[in-house]
Each structure stands twice: as C-alpha cells, then as structure tokens.
C-alpha cells in the first residue's frame, strides 16, 4: 500500500524515483514571496544555508544558525505548495554527533514542515545520515566543494582535480547514498568526476558546477535573476538583472517624492463628502 500524502507537494520517493529521468529542477528560496514565484517552476525548493551569503552579507556559511534556517524555512513553506521543500542544516548543527544532528534536524521537520534535511560531507558523516534516515529524517546529501569546510579547503576551489581527489569525491559520494540519502548534491565537481558518479549511484545526483550529466541541476536564485553581484562563479547562467531593475525603479522613486509626483490625488484618503441636506 502507497504511504497517503496530503496536497500535491512532491514527495522525496518521488524525487529519488526521478534517477535517470527527466531532469530535477530545483532553486533555492529563503523567502515567501520567493516561494510563491519560483514553486510552479521546480521540483525542489532548497532553503540553503547560502542565505548567510546573498540576504545577511557574511562571507562564508559559517555564522548561519539553526534559527535562521528555521525562520526561513518556514517562511518557504508557506510560499509553496507543490514542490518539495528542503531546509540545510547549518554549520556547527550536525557534525558533532548522530545524536546533535537528530535534535537540529528534528527542529527544522516540525518548526518549518520542510519534507527533509541536506547536509554536508561524505564518508564521515555517513553514519549520521543513517541514523537520521532510521529515525524518519529524509537527508540530501552534498559532497564535492562543500562551503561550511572552506577554511579547510583553502577557499571555494572545484573538487576532483586529481586522481586522488576524484577517488575522494567518489567514496564520499557512494558512502552517502550507501548510507541511505535519497539525493545527493554535487557542487564544483570536475565533469568527468560528476558523469562517474552519477551513473554509478542509485540516486539522484543534483549539480551545481558539477555538469549536465547530473540528474538535476541547483542553482542559487539571486545568482539566476541577477540580485547578488558579490562574486558570480562561472557554473552560473543569469537570467534576469533585477538588481538593476531595482536601482531603477528606485531611482524613479526618488525623483517622483523629490518633484512632488508622489502621492498622487489617487493615493491619497480625503474626508467623505457631506450629504446635502434639504
Ligand atoms: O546553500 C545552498 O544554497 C546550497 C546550494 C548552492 C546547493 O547548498
């Protein structure tokens, strides 16, 4: 018998199901209003801890906390209606032990009624996601260029430039999915590595620098539309400028209350006219 499933959201059966088919199509949102435009769109809305980055201005993942990934999951949530919803576990929330995780990933299920957790690392985390999985936590995993270890990487560098870093990639991909994951993030991996890994795993593989042999594509939502200039990596496609659109529309603003253009008389409440009396 089927598990019954409330509304339309898709499901993370369903997502795992999509291995080898039509490609994944996901974003990430942070925000309502983001949620509502994007989820007719995609498959996957990922509430990524990249939000420290492009809303708060921090200069890595590092310093977002669970509460900020709840509040915005949350938010996401709500935005949304059919696809499914995933909420990354910050820095500093999970890699302690099986058993911080649970607590942290626990949080983001019930507080924000996202349908599963991402985290990163490979091999050294996988049994943390199985114990999550056994204990009802649907977990993405993400391996590759993993931001929240950039100090240890040195900065944000592609992963699988040599041999040996390739088998690394590899192992920590296949330990991941072995470990129960039912999707997998590969982010700046070389793209004979990314091709590799994709047809030897079981599950999705969702790129982001990681080539079209993935089985579905990521990318940042602010990088897409043109909202976060701060630095653009070269795995991005822009698809609008509307950080440009709204230095303009606010510019016109400017000019309008300066000149007196704005308000207008239709903006404007005025007192209810007197009824004559005779
Ligand atoms: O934090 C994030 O937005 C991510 C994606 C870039 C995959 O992890």
Same mark, same amino acid.
């Given at each position: 018998?089927?598990?019954?499933?409330?509304?339309?959201?898709?499901?993370?059966?369903?997502?795992?199901?999509?291995?080898?088919?039509?490609?994944?199509?996901?974003?990430?949102?942070?925000?309502?209003?983001?949620?509502?435009?994007?989820?007719?769109?995609? &498959?996957?809305?990922?509430?990524?801890?990249?939000?420290?980055?492009?809303?708060?201005?921090?200069?890595?993942?590092?310093?977002?906390?669970? =509460?900020?990934?709840? *509040?915005?999951?949350?938010?996401?949530?709500?935005?949304?209606?059919?696809?499914?919803?995933?909420?990354?576990?910050?820095?500093? $929330?999970?890699?302690?032990?099986?058993?911080?995780?649970?607590?942290?990933?626990?949080?983001?299920?019930?507080?924000?009624?996202?349908?599963?957790?991402?985290?990163?690392?490979?091999?050294?985390?996988?049994?943390?996601?199985?114990?999550?999985?056994?204990?009802? !936590?649907?977990?993405?995993?993400?391996?590759?260029?993993?931001?929240?270890?950039?100090?240890?990487?040195?900065? %944000?560098?592609?992963?699988?430039? $040599?041999?040996?870093?390739?088998?690394?990639?590899?192992?920590?991909?296949?330990?991941?999915?072995?470990?129960?994951? %039912?999707? !997998?993030?590969?982010?700046?991996?070389?793209?004979?590595?990314?091709?590799?890994?994709?047809?030897?795993?079981?599950?999705?593989?969702?790129?982001?620098?990681? $080539?079209?042999?993935?089985?579905?594509?990521?990318?940042?939502?602010?990088?897409?539309?043109?909202?976060?200039? =701060? %630095?653009?990596?070269?795995?991005?496609?822009?698809?609008?400028?509307?950080?440009?659109?709204?230095?303009?529309?606010?510019?016109?603003?400017?000019? &309008?209350?300066?000149?007196?253009? %704005?308000?207008?008389?239709?903006?404007?409440?005025?007192?209810?006219?007197?009824?004559?009396? *005779?």
């Amino acid at each position: 018998m089927s598990t019954p499933v409330r509304g339309k959201r898709l499901t993370v059966p369903a997502i795992q199901a999509r291995k080898g088919g039509t490609p994944l199509v996901c974003l990430t949102a942070y925000t309502t209003p983001m949620a509502r435009a994007l989820d007719p769109h995609v &498959d996957i809305l990922l509430v990524g801890d990249s939000l420290g980055m492009v809303l708060y201005g921090f200069d890595s993942t590092l310093p977002v906390t669970l =509460d900020m990934m709840i *509040n915005h999951g949350a938010a996401v949530v709500r935005g949304s209606e059919t696809a499914c919803v995933l909420v990354d576990l910050p820095f500093g $929330s999970y890699q302690e032990s099986p058993e911080q995780a649970f607590r942290s990933a626990a949080r983001v299920m019930a507080e924000t009624g996202a349908s599963g957790v991402k985290l990163e690392g490979g091999e050294e985390m996988a049994a943390t996601i199985r114990f999550l999985i056994q204990r009802g !936590i649907p977990v993405c995993g993400h391996v590759g260029l993993m931001p929240q270890a950039v100090h240890v990487a040195g900065g %944000f560098r592609a992963a699988g430039r $040599s041999e040996e870093e390739a088998a690394h990639v590899a192992a920590d991909a296949r330990a991941v999915a072995e470990a129960g994951a %039912f999707a !997998i993030v590969l982010e700046g991996t070389l793209e004979p590595v990314a091709a590799a890994i994709s047809t030897d795993l079981p599950v999705p593989t969702i790129g982001i620098g990681a $080539s079209p042999s993935c089985d579905g594509q990521i990318l940042v939502s602010e990088d897409v539309l043109g909202l976060f200039s =701060d %630095f653009t990596p070269r795995f991005v496609r822009r698809y609008a400028e509307l950080g440009g659109m709204i230095g303009d529309a606010a510019a016109a603003y400017a000019s &309008d209350v300066q000149a007196r253009r %704005f308000p207008g008389p239709e903006h404007c409440f005025r007192p209810a006219r007197a009824k004559a009396s *005779n």
